[in-house]
């Protein structure tokens, strides 16, 4: 097995390299996740209980860092290297125990392989720069997913490195319901299902492995109530979680709405390349039949194969190299599963057609099959809890469906003897991977154009950051405008909707919630949550605050009239235009002062 020494030192190089580009170009503030993370960790008090869930962990960081966002990111530089170094490290020890030969092929050696697995953390992590609970979740899952593919398949491990090892894991995983909680209750059961398929011909190590991880989770918990949650806190986030889940119910809920979209992805994936799935069904029979022989069978499918990566390619180059919408991410999913599922078929029908050995393929070892499983997993289970789309979630964990192309893609050289396939693969994944590392975020929800655009300085708050011109020019113009109000900094200001970042850059505090939603981002049920929270906002304080209004807010009035905030009671001191949206944005102050 490669040295460990070997892993960190690329993992450790490639977060120096991103660290340096980050700190020199302060780049990256977007107008929404970013500034409702560091504006609740700015006003614990004033905002709601969000830091002391999603954000446990990041806010008494945030402390110690004296409030720097530049020092708050190098943190998240090293999560995602620990990450790297993890899941590297447990997917080399399934390779070295099952395909030895995948880190000695000519054009592809150990640190290509592993910069493909860095290059791909890299991608989904370092060039974002933050610490939301959406990135944060994939380096806990994919951490914890590494560690679980080494503890299957490293056989120099004693019972008591394994107990630690699995304590290590729980204390991970234990800090998951902070960042999302429903990854953990998805995660968790993944991991207790593998360890029993995996050990359950010994029972005293199972015992032990679940013992250290039951160990580890509880101590993750001890630390962060003792630590970071007091029990009025503890109080209020119960109470939040219950009012939600009563609120949305299954059908309204992130995981119903996940389930729906899981379900719908994978209707459309069938209908969509249904041609090709034709193809793959079409293919087998005509070498079966005697129409065709299986060498032009072969050729039909490598076809297929490189249409599938010219496709992807296309949507690649067509957005300049950018994570760039939901439209981006849905299609890059579909590919991800459509290289997977269209290269298994391949597989298959190769491995049946050549007689091949059945270990050449399919090894005959359970710890083969719950480490794909694992790798299928990841994914999904990190997908899963959030309000954002599951296909925009799922590209944080990438990686893990990197890692099955490329052995499907090593069975597939191995079975025909055409090296190239593999070799391409990798090269392929590697330079779309870390092509993200230089340029760029994503474009929605966050707000953000590419990196490249944002050369333009900007003082946010205790920070100076670098923007690209349309958005330094639309939060000059605000605080021009919220100037008039003439308001002390901390003052209450509720943006409806969809500007967290703005309160934050104008200083101020968003009352009751980080950030009240548009009505379209979910359902009726995201406007009672809004509701919600600022009906638990003193009357006196939603009254005398500056609204901000971010489009038409008419769907929204019957809440505002019952919430004692109606516009005719305000008078407008400016207006401006947001650039991500196009919408206008109206400030209101109330007439009586």
Partial sequence: MLPLITVILLATVAAA??????????????????????????HPKEVACLPFTDFAWTWPLYRVLGGSIQLLRM???????????????????????????????KYSSAILYLFLYIGGLLSFGFSFGTLQYNHLSSYVILTAGGLLLYSMHSSELSQAQQFWLFAAMGFIVGTQPF????????????ILIVCTLHDL??????????????????????????LLISPKQFRSIVKHQLYTARLFKWDGSVFGRHYKEMRDFLQNSILDFAPVHALLVVAPLLTLTGIAQAEQTRTLFLIIYLLAWAAFLYIIFKKKYHISGDAYNLHTMKMYFGLIAWTAA????????????????????????????????IPVVGAFGTGNYIYLNFIYQGPAWFALIAIQSFLVSTLWNVSWVFECSILLLTCIATAQVFTGNIIFPY??????????????????????????????ESREIYKRADRPWGSDIIALFDLPGMVYALGGVSPGHEWYFRKGFETKAMLDANYYHLSNVPKERRQSACILQHGDVSFFESYMDKL?????????????TNPATGFPVIFWIPKER
């Fill in 179 to 190: 960042f999302k909680a429903s990854s953990f209750f998805l995660f968790t059961p993944l």
């Fill in 201 to 226: 011909h010994n029972l005293t190590l199972l015992a032990t492995k679940m013992g250290g991880f039951i160990l580890g989770g509880l101590a993750a918990s001890a630390l962060a109530f003792s």
């Fill in 564 to 576: 004692g905030i109606n516009l005719s009671r305000y008078e407008s001191i400016g207006e401006t």
């Fill in 17 to 42: 390299l991103s660290a340096i580009y980050l700190w020199s170009c302060d780049r990256g503030l977007d107008l929404t996740d970013d500034a409702a993370t560091y504006m609740c960790m700015e």
């Fill in 75 to 105: 943190c998240t530089l090293a999560c995602t290297a620990i990450s790297a170094v993890a899941f590297c490290w447990g997917f080399i020890a399934f390779l070295e125990t099952y395909y030895p030969n995948i880190l000695e092929l």
């Fill in 447 to 476: 707000r953000n154009p590419s990196l490249h655009k944002q050369n333009t300085k900007v003082r946010i708050n205790n920070c100076t950051l670098k923007l690209d011109q349309e958005t330094a020019t639309f939060i000059e």
């Fill in 346 to 377: 391949f597989i298959i029908y190769t491995w049946t057609a050549q007689n091949a050995t059945p270990s050449l393929v399919f090894p005959d070892s359970t710890s083969f099959y719950t480490s794909i499983l694992v790798m299928i997993a």
